[in-house]
Every structure is written in C-alpha cells, then in structure tokens.
C-alpha cells in the first residue's frame, strides 16, 4: 500500500437552519460549540491532526465564514488551506473543487471528505474506519462510512451493504442506497443489516474527477473554470464567483455517489450524529436521572427530558415533564 497521506477536506458552508435560532446564516452550527467547549468544525480539525496519516486539511467554505474558520482553526493550532465559495450550490460544486485542488497538489491523492458539522464521538474507532477503507479507494472505488442503526431514523439515508472487498469483513460493496424512509421501512432495513449513511467519502482524486466527468460534467466544468479564474486574498482562495454560479445546484449524492457503480462502503463502529434537530443533540448530550441536558449555565428544576440552552445568563427551568423539550437563552 502506498504511504501517500491523506487529504482531508472539511465542507463548512452550510447554515444549519433546522438548529434555528441558535444555528443561522450569521453564526451557523459547525462554528458552535453546540456539543462541549469546541465547535464541530474544530472536533473534526482535531480528528485529521495525526501527522503520519493526514496532510494538511482543505476546507471549503461561504465567504461569509472566512474569518470563523479561520480563527477557530487557529485557536486548535490547525494549519489549514481555506477556499471561498462565493455562492451556495450544494456538495457537488464544493466536492469538485476538492479533488481538483487535491489533483494539482499530487496526481491520484486520496482525499477525505467530511462534513464539519457532524459530531463523532470515538475518534479512534472512526480513524480505524478510514484506515479499513484506504486500501479500497486506493484500489479506485468511492469509500462511503455507514454505521449500523441502533433505532429505525426516518431522517437518515440507508445503505445496503454486500459482498465483502478483500479481505476486511468490514469493507463491502454497497448494493442500495435508499433515501430517508418511512418508519416501517426504517424498520425493516434495520432488521436487514442496512446501514445508516453519514455523508463522509474517501476517495482518489484521479477517480472523483473520471466519476465527475461522466455523471456530472457541468459541475466538474464550472468548478474548474472557478479554480483557475481564482483569486488570492489575505491567504483564502476566493473561487471566481460567475464561473462557480455556473455549477448546477445538486449534491454529491445525487450527483455521483448514488450514480456510480464503483463504490464501497465501509462499517464504522464509532458513535456519530448529524446533529441535524435539538432532538439529535439532547439524544448526544450527557443527561442527568431524569433526562435532562444542559448546555451553557442551565439548571432543570424538577423537569424531565428537557434540554436547557443559554449562552449567557443562568436559565432555570421548573416543573416541565415532557419529551425532549428546550427552552433556549
């Protein structure tokens, strides 16, 4: 296997309505230290700092986030190289201007993408994870992450996984992937050994351009006129922002990892979560005997099931029984 190193590549221009009021397009949630003392976004610098396995992240993210991620990396001592989307346009857009900056620095690089507003909690478990999948992407297939359902989530995307890749029982070829279903089909592809699919890839970079290329060429065209009609500011890469607005608006999903017929998914063993709803959060959170969560200066008084949030000024909370309730300063 070749010691190239690994290029990590954090997508953090989304706003995270769903965490609204506390997640907005000012303050988004990646940039929140929504889960403990860092934000999401610096969890995941940390999670990619090992030296021997990554080089040095790329992250891809709004204009308007410049300086949140760059202070933030600094604030965790991550050297990073960040790039400016002048506009939203999904994953699509972002993943493409990925493997294309990964191409340039070395032909054939492997790269992993991860979303910065995502919580995993057994770091070491989720690098033994990459390391299963490295030999597959190598090898030229896209390594998508699934992770076995403890619960039937309507909000997730399932993965039907197959026949074994070499010799790692947890490297698999994947057959399906199924959108977020109902919850008797949630229930059903849990009984079936489905996985939960949590949006993160390893993939060659030579590979993601060819995938690019026949399933999605306008994307790839646009972000690549977008690269080389950048520009440099204050040390961000700043994608030209009428070639960018050239790309069509879709997802990786949608774009390539559904599509493609070379893809492999491997089985994580670490605890994850999109944090995607308050609901996502307090499930993540440490809770007292009665369920109940705080973040911030918060005290549940008789109360359960509740998630106190306050960023400032102590909130108390008395005599509220519910299912996952918040109350939010």
Same mark, same amino acid.
């Given at each position: ?186 229930? $059903?592809? &849990?009984?079936? @050994?489905?996985?939960?699919? !949590?949006? +993160?890839? =390893?993939?060659? *970079?030579?590979? /993601? ?83 109940? $969560?705080? &973040?911030?200066? @918060?005290?549940?008084?008789? !109360?359960? +099931?509740? =998630?106190?949030? *306050?960023?400032? /000024? ?16």
């Amino acid at each position: 296997m070749t010691t190239a190193r690994i290029i990590p590549v954090l997508l953090a221009g989304g706003a995270g309505s769903r965490l609204w009021p506390v997640s907005r397009d000012s303050l988004p949630k990646q940039f929140q230290p929504l889960t403990g003392p860092l934000s999401t976004f610096q969890q995941t610098l940390e999670r990619v700092s090992d030296p021997i396995l990554f080089e040095d992240p790329i992250v891809i993210t709004n204009d308007g986030f410049r300086f949140f991620a760059e202070r933030q990396a600094e604030a965790v001592s991550r050297p990073v190289s960040l790039v400016l989307e002048p506009c939203r346009r999904d994953s699509a857009a972002a993943v493409a201007v990925a493997a294309l900056l990964a191409e340039q620095a070395h032909s054939g690089s492997p790269v992993l993408v991860l979303a910065a507003d995502h919580v995993i909690l057994d770091d070491d478990l989720f690098l033994d994870a990459v390391r299963s999948g490295l030999e597959a992407a190598l090898d030229g297939r896209i390594v998508v992450f699934g992770l076995r359902p403890t619960e039937p989530k309507t909000s997730f995307g399932y993965i039907r996984p197959g026949a074994r890749v070499g010799e790692n029982d947890d490297v698999r070829l994947v057959e399906a992937f199924v959108e977020k279903p109902n919850r008797d089909n949630a229930l $059903a592809y &849990l009984k079936a @050994g489905y996985l939960w699919n !949590s949006g +993160n890839f =390893l993939f060659r *970079s030579d590979v /993601m351009i060819r995938e690019f290329e026949e399933f999605a060429p306008a994307v790839l065209a646009a972000a690549r006129r977008s690269i080389e009609a950048a520009r440099t500011d204050q040390g961000f890469m700043q994608l030209d922002a009428n070639a960018f607005a050239a790309a069509p608006k879709t997802s990786i999903d949608y774009a390539i990892i559904e599509r493609t017929r070379n893809i492999a998914v491997v089985v994580g063993r670490f605890r994850w979560s999109d944090i995607g709803s308050w609901d996502a959060i307090w499930e993540i959170l440490p809770r007292d005997q009665d369920g109940n $969560a705080t &973040l911030g200066r @918060g005290i549940a008084v008789d !109360s359960r +099931n509740c =998630l106190v949030h *306050s960023e400032g /000024m102590l909130t108390t909370v008395v005599g509220r029984h519910g299912s996952h309730c918040r109350f939010d300063r």
